[in-house]
């Protein structure tokens, strides 16, 4: 046998004309994620070159500008018309560029923005050994009450990882809400999800249960990644591809070209319905909807209270824009098996949520409960099916996240001898004690309960009406009593700040530096900004409101 016999058993001559096409990526596109993710990178050789005393001013000063950079980013790209007549699918396929994700990006930026000013804060707590010290622990490694940690805070050590560690969650929380394949989707989720992870065990006082928050954490998002790669997997056996697109045309049932290799299972409703079903599960679990709420009470309050409002905020929004997506760009054709699903899921998320946040006495636990019950009125606008639908959640979601944020600083203020004093009792006679901050916190309650003239009305409105004009009027009656019951617990801790005695050893308020002012003077502003004169943002929502396909 020759050789050239033998050497074409194993190889066969090439077809010249099909050649390996070189990917094709809009940098400019994709500007704010790959600026996030660039200075995350900066924050990581930081940490490796630059001395331990000047980290922490360096990791501020990349994060802050890193963070304005890319929401510059987002302006121009909204201003260029890539929101509108521009919008089109990116990076081969994977990233959609429209008004939707644009908005979210802009909002999770500026949320992430004003949070890290809470991360930065370093004058809250005494100083310890003539150091100033922040929230974070002074050594991640060292083993809580030891030697090591004793040794870590006599030393002055700060952990600052956990400004990269913010940039990198911030990077995975841009590209969430504009995935445009399952892959990317997934990708992103465990992106924002890890980082998040690290950052809950790392609180300075109180480091065990921030420790157990952590691993509940954990074994929360190893449920809903679990979840949402098993419906990713029975959806790609369904459709024979990850992109939206793809799945969208096999739901419609206008397929050009089936591959036959994928013509026995592709349209198989079985895998289908569970597919979808698993991912906007894993998807729910990040929003925080009951049931899959399960541990999200005792993450918020564990970790550190800065951390807190952060994945509160910034995690909701990412989340919600993701289900949008996936809801509206995917299995529009699947609505009347969707909807049911989520109209029980919403009723009990508002009501739920609301009748639980009764019974509790600790503040975190409280705007847990209270995050639960906004993430069922958020709901009631994503069964909308319309585009009003759309642009109301993304108005809802940009108010809420920055009166978040604004309430979990207002309750780093708050200390007694043992750091933060998160319990209610403890809250009795503030509004003696310290009037104004006080009166910030009501303003925030004020906003969550959805009082007019607050941007919480405005938001929980904007929701109903386009429920209401979606044809789910009996939603709205429900969301507008759970609304009163929550309510109900919002005016109490008011009445308990202003109408109380102050105990005589209760909690001081601390003074803090202008960072956190910032961060609660941000959000007073934008609350009473979105509830006074919403229209330009409610405008500005309704442009965003459509998606590319």
């Known amino acids: 046998m020759s050789g050239a016999a033998v050497h074409s058993l194993w190889t066969t001559a090439a077809d010249p004309i099909s050649k390996i096409e070189a990917p094709k990526i809009e940098y400019g596109q994709l500007s704010p994620t790959l600026i996030v993710v660039g200075a995350a990178i900066v924050g990581m050789l930081v940490e490796a070159f630059v001395p331990r005393r000047s980290r922490y001013y360096a990791q501020v000063f990349v994060s802050v500008v890193a963070l304005a950079a890319a929401f510059a980013a987002v302006v121009a790209l909204a201003v260029d018309g890539y929101g509108t007549t521009k919008a089109h699918i990116a990076a081969m396929g994977a990233i959609s560029v429209d008004g939707p994700s644009l908005f979210l990006q802009g909002t999770i930026l500026l949320a992430s923005l004003v949070a890290l000013f809470t991360f930065a804060e370093r004058r809250l707590d005494p100083a310890a050994h003539g150091n100033r010290v922040d929230s974070f622990a002074a050594q991640a490694a060292a083993v809580p009450g030891g030697e090591s940690e004793k040794a870590a805070v006599k030393a002055g050590f700060t952990t600052t990882e956990v400004f990269?560690?913010?940039?990198?969650?911030?990077?995975?929380?841009?590209?969430?809400?504009?995935?445009?394949?399952?892959?990317?989707?997934?990708?992103?989720?465990?992106?924002?999800?890890?980082?998040?992870?690290?950052?809950?065990?790392?609180?300075?006082?109180?480091?065990l249960m921030s420790q157990e928050a952590a691993v509940k954490y954990f074994l929360l998002g190893a449920f809903a990644s679990a979840f949402t790669l098993f419906g990713i997997a029975l959806l790609y056996g369904y459709a024979g591809s990850v992109s939206y697109a793809r799945i969208a045309q096999v739901v419609?049932?206008?397929?050009?070209?089936?591959?036959?290799?994928?013509?026995?299972?592709?349209g198989n409703d079985a895998l289908l319905l569970i597919g979808a079903a698993m991912v906007v599960m894993g998807l729910l679990f990040k929003v925080g909807a009951i049931p899959f709420h399960m541990w999200t009470p005792d993450v918020y309050q564990g970790a550190p209270t800065p951390v807190t409002g952060f994945m509160a905020a910034a995690t909701k929004v990412a989340a919600f824009g993701a289900l949008l997506r996936l809801l509206y760009v995917v299995l529009p054709g699947m609505r009347w098996d969707w909807r049911p699903v989520m109209w029980a899921v919403?009723?009990?998320?508002?009501?739920g949520g609301a009748i639980?946040?009764?019974?509790?006495t600790d503040i975190k636990r409280l705007l847990a409960y209270s995050s639960i019950a906004h993430a069922g009125f958020i709901l009631a606008g994503v069964i909308a099916t319309s585009k009003d639908g759309v642009s109301s959640v993304l108005f809802y979601l940009a108010a809420y996240s920055f009166v978040t944020i604004g309430a979990?600083?207002?309750?780093?203020?708050?200390?007694?001898?043992?750091?933060?004093?998160?319990?209610?009792?403890?809250?009795?006679?503030l509004g003696r004690r310290s009037p104004l901050v006080a009166a910030v916190f009501a303003v925030f309650l004020l906003a969550f309960a959805g009082i007019p003239l607050t941007s919480g009305f405005a938001g929980k409105f904007a929701v109903f009406k386009a429920a209401a004009e979606g044809g789910a009027v009996p939603l709205v009656v429900i969301g507008v009593i759970s609304s009163a019951v929550a309510a109900f617990f919002y005016i109490r801790v008011i009445v308990l700040?202003?109408?109380?005695?102050?105990?005589?050893?209760?909690?001081?308020?601390?003074?803090?530096?202008?960072?956190?002012?910032t961060a609660i003077g941000v959000g007073v502003a934008v609350t009473v900004v979105l509830g006074v004169a919403p229209q330009y943002f409610l405008d500005l929502a309704n442009q965003a409101g459509v998606f590319v396909r």
């Open 164 to 207: 990269p560690l913010l940039l990198f969650a911030v990077a995975g929380m841009l590209v969430f809400p504009s995935a445009n394949d399952l892959l990317t989707l997934f990708v992103a989720l465990e992106v924002f999800s890890l980082p998040l992870y690290l950052l809950c065990a790392l609180a300075r006082r109180k480091r």
């Open 252 to 266: 419609d049932g206008n397929v050009p070209n089936v591959d036959p290799a994928l013509a026995n299972t592709m």
């Open 346 to 351: 919403a009723i009990v998320t508002m009501l």
């Open 356 to 360: 639980v946040a009764i019974t509790q």
């Open 408 to 429: 979990f600083a207002v309750v780093t203020l708050v200390r007694d001898a043992g750091g933060e004093a998160t319990h209610l009792s403890k809250w009795a006679g």
């Open 497 to 517: 700040m202003f109408f109380s005695e102050p105990h005589p050893e209760g909690p001081t308020v601390a003074v803090p530096s202008p960072l956190t002012m």
